[in-house]
């Protein structure tokens, strides 16, 4: 009996496509992992190649930001148990490396747009990324339509922290770059990893692209962004 049901277990995961595989959470993940600032994160060839993609997209105060938000974010998964069990870390993670691409001033950049929200540029390059990387695993539709909403929604709090738990923690970790740590994150973890990325230079960096932005296609500019809580957020910080 016992070795039969093992047999079907094997079957099983003879057959199971690489998809199964590629979604496990983070309590079971077999993913490989790095450390950094002391905090162990999730290190797969498409990480690493978002890490990438975000240095050639943008300038050195938007990688600081990216890299210090996804931090923030997996330190917040890491104080949740709810969280540790079930969060994709790789969507949090692309997701997060991503979410400025549309930040990109640089001349005629691949993934900026003359008409969209820079939140829509960022989604629609993550989701053309994640599409054109080629190394051999196969990214379910819903786990790329989750990064899409992700970036697509991250400066919309006030819909972002009513969707998945992946859209909601990219949000929050990028949001507690500007207001300070929050959800579980202590104040000693948060200042190992503003050492690690020094955040001297966000503010300006934040102020001269929402200028470029303004300039460069003002119809796309309303909206939250705007508003009340991301401006001031940015400009106390
Ligand atoms: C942990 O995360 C879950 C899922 O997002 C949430 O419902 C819960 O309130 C969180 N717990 C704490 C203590 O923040
Ligand atoms: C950007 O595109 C414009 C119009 O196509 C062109 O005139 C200009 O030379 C380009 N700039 C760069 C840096 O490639
Ligand atoms: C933002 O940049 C503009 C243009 O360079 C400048 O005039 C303004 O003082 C800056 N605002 C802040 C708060 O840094």
């Not at 890490?51 to 997209?57: G, L, N, R, S, T």
């Not at 909601?168 to 959800?183: H, N, R, T, Y």
């Amino acid at each position: 009996m016992l070795l039969s049901r093992l047999g079907l277990v094997f079957f099983w995961a003879g057959i199971l496509p690489r998809t199964a595989l590629s979604t496990r959470s983070a309590a079971t993940s077999s993913h490989p992992t790095r450390v950094i600032a002391g905090i162990s994160v999730v290190d797969t060839a498409i990480v690493k190649a978002a890490e990438q993609f975000a240095i050639k997209h943008g300038s050195h105060a938007v990688y600081k930001h990216v890299m210090r938000s996804w931090l923030y974010g997996v330190l917040m998964i890491e104080a949740n148990a709810t969280l540790r069990d079930s969060i994709d870390l790789e969507v949090h993670a692309v997701s997060t490396l991503l979410h400025d691409v549309g930040w990109d001033k640089e001349d005629n950049s691949s993934v900026v747009s003359s008409d969209r929200r820079f939140e829509v540029d960022g989604a629609v390059a993550a989701r053309t990324f994640i599409e054109g990387h080629d190394d051999g695993r196969h990214w379910e539709h819903r786990r790329v339509q989750l990064v899409w909403d992700a970036i697509a929604l991250h400066t919309e709090r006030s819909i972002a922290y009513f969707k998945e738990s992946e859209v909601q923690v990219v949000s929050k970790g990028i949001s507690m770059d500007f207001a300070g740590p929050l959800f579980g994150v202590s104040e000693d973890e948060y200042a190992v990893v503003e050492r690690e990325f020094p955040k001297d230079d966000l503010k300006n960096e934040v102020n001269a692209t929402l200028v470029w932005l303004c300039e460069r296609k003002p119809a796309t500019t309303y909206g939250e962004l705007l508003g009340r809580n991301f401006l001031f957020n940015v400009l106390a910080c």
